[in-house]
């Protein structure tokens, strides 16, 4: 039997030359449907508002992005989102490493625990943190003389505490599978040639972790800085005092577009460093890889 | 003895932060159920979880059919830009829903781009599709990411042994290709809810926050903090039925993660 007579019996598959252009014309509708979708739900209202705050000009929208009170709710923001992240990257490293090495019982349920910052409402998450840390704290004691209680509501620490909830579960979740993959064996060899605890720590674990960290840490800044409706009941909004930039830029919008653009431009720029950032230790990651 | 103080670190932080206000918010829910439970049976409080579930479901399918398409485009589809598109989906996750929603609102105003529909009846602000849009914008990236490593770590040999014998495009995906990456769509699906079910800034912008029309949920929730007058029990009343189904999502969450993944 020849060639042909196979390529044309029925059912079997059309002539490659053909089916590459099928092939090419399904790609083609996918292009068109991710870009198009991409373009109405991200990219035009993006646009919309960046051209808004450009019609501002240079001078009118420095006026209102260096304006007291939004510098004062930038500031706030970058501060206790760096504060919050920081404690979020030691705490949550260490929570992974005893998730990972250490065995106690009910581990299992503290490690599903972990997530549930990401699957509660921001609102209700607000609402637990005001349950424990809010009027009426359980924790309320006088100690020699000094009274002293938890109550943070309409107080920095408000902000701090919400920061923390929200943030919790990004670098536990982005280092914990690093040390699943981490061989054991290289910290039992760094131990059995004389290293301490510390050392083998600092020298064979921490750089095998540090982009799970890094890319932990950097998703978590972005959403710190985006929050609003954990912070928004117990933070009081107080401007230059416990007013962030997300509640600054949501009290802003119905009295003054122009100027809330400007100030959703400063934010949108934050969020693309982020990107950029995530993009960057991803590379830096994946370089020995590509080779 | 360096094992035990990172465990009491590692627990006691979590106490502090996690468990014990979660225990305390269920505490608080029950010191009042009365109250609670009058506020979560308000009419104005059904439908706005009614409206939640129904916008967080358009957003649900429309997402999963949109993250799985991207998803292929990333992984499989051979065009410039492709790492691009990769990035740039990750966008919602690391932007204000504020800025989400001041963004919706100067494109469909009355004197905005797309402000045709606003002008000529088509209500999309202060009106459901507004809600609908945002709540899209910020899970979307949810199914993407899930799909993509799966689609990466199965491979293309089985996809191309059914189309050597013969298999169509759809047919290869219906086929092959959808059930292989089946569990990471239904892990993306639960995600993008749970996201959706919790949105809170960007609609509190879009929506008008109308009680029994445009009031979500979560905004449900923080108009009944904010005119709690003292009394909290609404507030937390409502939000004790998000958390319930917060922990639901999250059950969900961990019996769908793939076996390996699971830690």
Known sequence: MSASTITEAPGLPAPAAHRRERVSSALSLQVGLVTTFLLIIVVLPIAAVASKAADLGWSGFWQVVSSAEAVAALKLTLAMATLAVLTTAVFGTIIAWVLVRDSFAGKSVVNAIIDLPFALPTIVAGLVIMALYGPRTPIDFTLGGHHFDANVTFTRGAIYLALLFVTLPFVVRSVQPVLIELDKELEEASRSLGAGEFTTFRRIVFPNILPGILSGVAMAFARAVGEIGAIVLIAGNLPFKTEVASVFLFHRISADPEGSAAVAVVLLLISFAVLLGIGGVRWHVTRHERG | ?263
């Open chain 2, 1 to 263: 003895m360096g094992k035990l103080s990172l465990r009491f670190a590692a627990l006691g932080y979590l106490a502090l932060i996690l468990i014990g206000p979660i225990v305390m918010m269920v505490w608080r829910t029950t010191e009042d159920l009365d109250g609670a439970w009058a506020a979560i049976t308000d009419p104005d409080t059904i439908s706005a979880f009614k409206l939640t579930l129904m916008v967080t479901a358009i957003a649900v399918v429309v997402n999963t059919v949109f993250g799985i398409v991207c998803a292929l485009l990333i992984v499989r589809g051979r065009i410039p830009g492709r790492g691009f598109l990769n990035a740039f989906v990750d966008l919602p996750l690391s932007l204000s829903p504020v800025v989400v929603g001041l963004a919706l609102v100067t494109l469909y105003s009355t004197q905005g781009w797309l402000g045709w529909f606003q002008r000529n009846g088509y209500e999309v602000l202060f009106a459901t599709p507004s809600i609908v849009l945002a709540t899209i914008f910020v899970t979307l990236p949810f199914v993407v990411r899930e799909v993509v490593p799966t689609l990466r770590e199965i491979g293309t040999e089985q996809e191309q042994a059914a189309q050597t014998l013969g298999a169509s495009g759809w047919q290869t995906f219906w086929r092959v290709t959808l059930p292989a990456i089946r569990w990471a769509v239904i892990y993306g699906v639960v995600l993008t809810a749970a996201r959706g079910i919790g949105e809170f800034g960007a609609v509190a912008v879009v929506s008008g926050n109308f009680a029994g029309q445009t009031q979500t949920a979560t905004l449900r929730v923080e108009d009944a903090y904010q005119f709690a007058y003292g009394n909290y029990a609404p507030a937390y009343g409502i939000a004790f039925v998000l958390a319930a189904t917060a922990v639901i999502i999250l059950i969900a969450m961990i019996f769908l993660q793939p076996k390996e993944s699971r830690y």
